[in-house]
C-alpha cells in the first residue's frame, strides 16, 4: 500500500522511463488517469481514435517549433479527401486533446517535458492506444453471447430459431448463414427482395452479387424492425436492439432483455457521471450491434466494401445534417427519457419502464386484503351537554338512549317502515328512518313537511320532536311543547 502511494507520487516521465515498473496497471501514478481517461474516450468519443495523432496535432498547436513525424507516419493522405474534410479531421483530434488537458490535472506540466522527450512521449500514447483497445475488446466479447439473447427478447416467442450453440465459431452460425440475424443486416433497399426469398438473397450477399456499404441503412436500425418508404427517417436509430446493447455498455445491466433492472456494479454512464445520450454513444453502441450479428471474427477484418470506422461517421452525420434537424431532436430526447428518466422526466412525461408498469395494471383489478377484526371497545357515555331529556308522547316517558347527534332534516311524507335498531319497538308511536330524526307519529297526523299543513293544526297529541346537534360548545336549549 506504501509502495503504491510512493508510486502515485512520481511524476509521468519517470514512471515511462523505469523498465522496472509494469506500464500495464492502471492504477500506478498519472499514468493510470490517462489510460482510464482514454477508455473513456474510446467509448464515449472516438473508438477509432489515435492518441499519437491527437498529441501531434494538439502539441503542434502548443508548441509550434516542435517537428513530430508522427503525423506523417501514421496519417496517410487521402487523394480524395477535401479540404474540408481535412479541416473537420484537426478539429476532431484537436477537441480529443483539450479533452485530456482539461480532464488530467498534471497535464500542463507532463506536457512540457513530454515535449522534450519524444521516446516517452510515444510511449504514453501507445500505453492510450493499448488502454483503449483493451475496453473495446472488454466490450466484443461481453455482447457475443448476451447480444444473441437480445435479438431473443425481441422475437414473437421470445426464441432464436433455429438456436445458436454457445461458444460457436461466427463464421459458421451468424451473418448471412442465420435468416434471422441476416435479416436484421439487410439494407432497407434489399428488404422486400429478402422477404421473398431469403435463401437466395442471403447467398447473393455471400458469393459477392450483392455488397453493402457503410452508408447504407439496415434493418436492424429502425424501431421494431419496421420501414416506412415513404418516410425512411420514421423510427430510424430507435432500435430496442441499439437501446438494448446501450444498456448493456453503458449502465451495467444484465437484464434488460426481461425489461427490468437488477443491481449490479457500477456502470460506465454512472462512473464517468454520464447523464445524456450523446450521437457518438449512439454510433458505438450501433457498430458493436452489427459486429455481434455478423459473421467475423476479427475485429480488425471487414465485409469487401464496409468499414466500420465508416459505419460510425455514418450514423454521426445523420444527426449533423441540417435537414434531419427536427428528427435528431426528437430521436434524442426519446433516447434521454428512456436513459436517464430522472434527468430527463418533464410534467406529463413517463419513462418507458413506468409507462409498461402501467399498462400491464391497466386492465387489472387491484384487490386489497380485508380489514382485521377490531376488538370492541366498552361504550363510553356520552359527555354531559350532549346528553338529550327523555322523550314525552301519549304511550308515556321514552329515554333516548341513541348518544348519536343527529342532523335535522325533513321528514318524509310517506310513511316507512320502522327500524329494529332506531329505538324500543315497544313504543310503535316512535319512528326513526335513516335519513330523518326521532320523531313521534300518528297514522292520522299530517307530515311536518307537507306545504298543506300548518302547525297551527297540530294537536298537542301530535307531537314532532327533532334533536339538532350542538357545533359548538353554546348550550342550546330544547323546547318540548
Not at 307519529?441 to 346537534?469: F, G, H
Request: with cysteine; proline share 7%.
Amino acid at each position: 500500500m506504501n509502495s503504491q502511494k510512493r508510486a502515485k507520487k512520481r511524476p509521468l516521465v519517470e514512471i515511462l522511463s523505469d523498465r522496472r515498473v509494469k506500464k500495464t496497471r492502471t492504477g500506478l501514478g498519472s499514468l493510470g488517469d490517462y489510460k482510464t481517461l482514454a477508455r473513456w474516450i474510446g467509448r464515449c468519443e472516438d473508438t477509432f481514435i489515435n492518441f499519437i495523432q491527437v498529441f501531434a496535432i494538439g502539441m503542434n498547436e502548443d508548441f509550434p517549433a516542435t517537428d513530430t513525424d508522427d503525423d506523417d507516419e501514421e496519417h496517410d493522405d487521402d487523394d480524395d479527401a477535401t479540404p474540408e474534410d481535412e479541416e473537420e479531421y484537426i478539429q476532431h483530434h484537436l477537441r480529443i486533446y483539450t479533452i485530456i488537458s482539461e480532464r488530467i490535472k498534471t497535464f500542463s506540466t507532463d506536457i512540457k517535458t513530454l515535449s522534450e522527450r519524444e521516446d516517452q512521449l510515444h510511449s504514453l500514447c501507445e500505453q492510450m492506444n493499448a488502454a483503449l483497445s483493451i475496453s473495446r475488446s472488454d466490450d466484443i466479447r461481453s455482447l457475443r453471447e448476451i447480444g444473441l439473447s437480445y435479438v431473443a427478447a425481441l422475437q414473437p416467442n421470445k426464441v432464436l430459431l433455429p438456436p445458436i450453440p454457445p461458444n460457436s465459431s461466427k463464421e459458421d452460425y451468424r451473418g448471412w448463414n442465420h435468416a434471422v440475424l441476416a435479416e436484421l443486416l439487410c439494407p432497407i433497399e434489399h428488404i422486400a427482395a429478402f422477404r421473398k426469398d431469403p435463401s437466395g438473397t442471403c447467398q447473393k450477399f455471400q458469393d459477392g452479387t450483392l455488397t453493402i456499404t457503410s452508408d447504407q441503412l439496415a434493418l436492424y436500425m429502425y424501431r421494431g424492425q419496421r420501414v416506412n418508404v415513404e418516410r425512411i427517417d420514421d423510427g430510424l436509430m430507435c432500435s430496442e436492439l441499439i437501446k438494448l446493447t446501450w444498456r448493456h455498455l453503458f449502465q451495467s445491466s444484465r437484464s434488460v432483455a426481461e425489461g427490468r433492472r437488477i443491481r449490479t456494479k457500477r456502470g460506465i454512464a454512472d462512473y464517468n457521471e454520464i447523464t445524456t445520450v450523446t450521437p457518438r454513444t449512439i454510433a458505438y453502441a450501433t457498430i458493436h450491434t452489427r459486429w455481434f450479428l455478423c459473421g467475423l471474427d476479427d475485429w480488425r477484418s471487414d465485409e469487401l466494401d464496409f468499414s466500420k470506422d465508416e459505419l460510425f461517421n455514418t450514423v454521426l452525420d445523420l444527426f449533423k445534417q441540417e435537414v434531419s434537424g427536427s428528427w435528431a431532436k426528437a430521436t434524442l430526447e426519446e433516447w434521454n427519457i428512456e436513459m436517464f428518466p430522472k434527468q430527463s422526466k418533464r410534467p406529463g412525461t413517463r419513462s418507458t419502464s413506468l409507462a409498461t408498469f402501467y399498462s400491464h395494471c391497466r386492465g387489472r383489478t387491484i384487490t386489497t386484503a380485508p380489514p382485521s377484526p377490531s376488538v370492541p371497545k366498552s361504550p363510553v357515555p356520552p359527555p354531559r351537554w350532549c346528553r338529550t331529556p327523555p322523550v314525552t308522547t301519549t304511550s308515556g316517558t321514552v329515554p333516548h338512549t341513541n348518544p348519536r347527534r343527529v342532523e335535522p332534516s325533513p321528514v318524509d311524507a310517506s310513511p316507512t317502515a320502522a327500524s329494529p335498531h332506531n329505538v324500543h319497538n315497544s313504543s310503535p308511536d316512535l319512528h326513526q328512518d335513516d335519513s330523518g330524526p326521532l320523531t313521534a307519529k300518528s297514522s292520522t297526523a299530517p307530515a311536518l313537511n307537507d306545504r298543506n299543513s300548518s302547525p297551527d293544526n297540530i294537536t298537542d297529541e301530535e307531537v314532532s320532536v327533532v334533536l339538532s346537534p350542538i357545533k359548538n360548545k353554546n348550550k342550546r336549549k330544547v323546547t318540548i311543547p
